[in-house]
């Protein structure tokens, strides 16, 4: 096999793994109804409404869908924000079980622009 013919499939096969990995996060952050980022709207609508027994619902299951699919995340684009976006997922967590609207606030839109940047095609680093 010449040098040419094994550089081309290297990028051949690096382009499908790259795409794969695009439609992975897709499945498993956007596809669903709500999606991850609704569903940290949802958290905050929630606790601005003092219905922290929902608020708390939907923040379980931003957790949930992020367990399932943060290794994704972490292959394709494993830097600080995702990192970042760990801790302010945890605190987010944290903010309404503790009842703390601020918190909750702060925690969600930072989530919130964290998760947007780690999933852009050009992530930037923060």
Do not use: C
């Not at 010449?2 to 096969?13: D, E, F, G, M, P």
């Not at 952050?29 to 949802?42: A, E, I, K, V, Y």
């Not at 601020?102 to 930037?124: C, F, G, M, Q, W």
């Amino acid at each position: 096999m010449s040098q040419r013919a094994l550089t081309v499939s290297l990028a051949a096969i690096l382009t499908v793994l790259y795409g794969i990995l695009f439609i992975l996060q897709y499945q498993l952050f956007q596809s669903g109804s709500p999606d991850f980022r609704q569903r940290l709207d949802n958290v905050l609508t929630y606790a601005e409404q003092g219905d922290w027994n929902k608020s708390q619902e939907e923040a379980k299951q931003v957790e949930r869908i992020w367990s399932k699919g943060q290794i994704v995340i972490a292959i394709k684009y494993a830097d600080t924000s995702y990192t970042m976006l760990n801790v302010a997922l945890a605190r987010l967590l944290g903010a309404v079980k503790e009842k703390d609207l601020h918190s909750v606030r702060v925690d969600t839109l930072e989530s919130k622009a964290l998760y947007d940047n780690i999933t852009s095609l050009s992530p930037r680093s923060p």
